[in-house]
Nanobody, 111 residues
Framework: VQLVESGGGLVQPGGSLRLSCAAS????????MTWYRQAPGKERELVAW????????NYADSVKGRFAISRDNAKNTVYLQMNSLKPEDTAVYYC?????WGQGTQVTVSS
């Protein structure tokens, strides 16, 4: 299993970013995918989850209404659209499935 996140960066409060996680080494369309994040000095927390077909999603309360998880099974990729970003969204964002983790992508929200 290989997971490669991308799309992070520095954004001002209220801005948007779209993260991508490219997956390989397994049958992507058979598995749910999860985005986590870890802020400095804090534990890793679940941000969003999507089922294998892309028909069911779930979100942490802190991001509901602002973030959207989606997937493209033809491209073996899961996305996290992040809108109305806040400084407290600053963290390293990871995708996860089958017990495997990517290397993470840094998101910094600051003016």
């Amino acid at each position: 299993v290989q997971l490669v996140e991308s799309g992070g960066g520095l954004v001002q409060p209220g801005g948007s970013l779209r993260l991508s996680c490219a997956a390989s080494g397994f049958t992507f369309s058979n598995y749910g995918m999860t985005w986590y994040r870890q802020a400095p000095g804090k534990e890793r927390e679940l941000v969003a989850w999507i089922n294998s077909a892309g028909t069911v999603t779930n979100y942490a309360d802190s991001v509901k209404g602002r973030f959207a998880i989606s997937r493209d099974n033809a491209k073996n990729t899961v996305y996290l659209q992040m809108n109305s970003l806040k400084p407290e969204d600053t963290a390293v964002y990871y995708c996860n499935t089958r017990g495997s983790w990517g290397q993470g992508t840094q998101v910094t929200v600051s003016s």
